[in-house]
């Protein structure tokens, strides 16, 4: 069965630090572009970076840019998503997706995705 898990969420406070991790099963990393976006609780979902088999990297947020990085490493069918200086509006489940033409979509294209993991709560409080 193919599957991506997320983990690596949790509660912290403002300007702490989070490393979300989304791993395969069933399959290996190489070929898809993987993306991570996320969803606040009433609030539509929010594309945020997304890297491409060959590493290249885009940013479709914003406001997480020089906070949130996105990097892979195929030696662990792993991709990662650093988040940097937390902030109370970065509460959200946060979900990484794959895309086997091993390119990012595009904003507008990140939901049009072939796998998506079950999502990991990120809570961002004092």
């Known amino acids: 069965q193919l599957q991506l898990v997320e983990s690596g969420g949790g509660s912290v406070q403002p300007g702490g630090s989070l490393r979300l991790s989304c791993a395969t099963s069933?399959?290996?990393?190489?070929?898809?572009?993987v993306g991570w976006f996320r969803q606040a609780p009433g609030q539509e979902r929010e594309p945020l970076l997304c890297?491409?088999?060959?590493?290249?990297?885009?940013n479709y947020l914003d406001s997480v840019k020089g906070r949130f990085t996105i990097s892979r490493d195929n030696t662990k069918n792993a991709a990662y998503l650093q988040m940097y200086s937390l902030k109370p509006d970065d509460t959200a489940v946060y979900y990484c997706?794959?895309?086997?033409?091993?390119?990012?979509?595009?904003?507008?294209?990140?939901?049009?995705?072939?796998?998506r993991g079950q999502g990991t709560q990120v809570t961002v409080s004092s």
């Open positions: 890297i491409n088999s060959d590493s290249t990297v885009a």
């Open positions: 069933g399959f290996t990393l190489d070929d898809n572009g």
């Open positions: 997706a794959t895309y086997s033409s091993g390119r990012c979509p595009g904003r507008l294209g990140m939901y049009e995705y072939d796998l």
